[in-house]
T-cell receptor, first 116, second 108 residues
Framework: GAGVSQSPRYKVAKRGQDVALRCDPISGHVSLFWYQQALGQGPEFLTYFQNEAQLDKSGLPSDRFFAERPEGSVSTLKIQRTQQEDSAVYLC??????????????FGPGTRLLVL | GQNIDQPTEMTATEGAIVQINCTYQTSGFNGLFWYQQHAGEAPTFLSYNVLDGLEEKGRFSSFLSRSKGYSYLLLKELQMKDSASYLCAVSDTDKLIFGTGTRLQVFP
């Protein structure tokens, strides 16, 4: 596709509900990243995939957060038993080289999650 | 620890020049990025610096001093559409570490 796409764009969940957020990276991009952006703040790193391998999940805030990329393309971020503090915009980004250190990350529009 | 500082808000007049500063202290450094983010939209890439000096791209320029842990983004000939948040981010191993962003408002 032309860019990174994410769905849904907006999600309202009741506290305790499970949610799944989807990311379609730019075709052929090896690296995929998830970030969480609270209102008025910069994005904060959650996790990173290279192809289907999850190489870093140090930013996931709790064991309620789980991410997967089983075929090395589409990724899903799942949040179990959502809490109000999970309300944020969840951004997905992808980059094109195996070594992402110096490669630009291209961001999707994000999923705005509101937990009531 | 990881720390990236940039001003929270700035204002400027259409046609003017504005400089947004960023200072950083991170455990790793593999380059510094600037992104633009309009409200409710995705961050979009503006510039990347890994060596000291100035990188110019049209109306936007970015400067880096690694020894000082300092960067700035320079926007010339400001337009109303430049009203947005500007995010400074350091590439640290496998992730980007972002500042809180500088919200720039351009007035006519």
């Amino acid at each position: 596709g032309a860019g990174v796409s994410q769905s849904p764009r907006y999600k309202v969940a009741k506290r305790g509900q499970d949610v799944a957020l989807r990311c379609d990276p730019i075709s052929g991009h090896v690296s995929l990243f998830w970030y969480q952006q609270a209102l008025g703040q910069g994005p904060e790193f959650l996790t990173y995939f290279q192809n289907e391998a999850q190489l870093d999940k140090s930013g996931l805030p709790s064991d309620r957060f789980f991410a997967e990329r089983p075929e090395g393309s589409v990724s899903t971020l799942k949040i179990q038993r959502t809490q109000q503090e999970d309300s944020a915009v969840y951004l997905c980004a992808s980059s094109s080289m195996r070594d992402p250190l110096q490669e630009t990350q291209y961001f999707g529009p994000g999923t705005r999650l509101l937990v009531l | 620890g990881q720390n990236i500082d940039q001003p929270t808000e700035m204002t400027a007049t259409e046609g003017a020049i504005v400089q947004i500063n960023c200072t950083y202290q991170t455990s790793g450094f593999n380059g510094l990025f600037w992104y633009q983010q309009h409200a409710g939209e995705a961050p979009t890439f503006l510039s990347y610096n890994v060596l000291d000096g100035l990188e110019e791209k049209g109306r936007f320029s970015s400067f880096l001093s690694r020894s000082k842990g300092y960067s700035y983004l320079l926007l010339k000939e400001l337009q109303m559409k430049d009203s947005a948040s500007y995010l400074c981010a350091v590439s640290d191993t496998d992730k980007l570490i972002f500042g809180t962003g500088t919200r720039l408002q351009v007035f006519p």
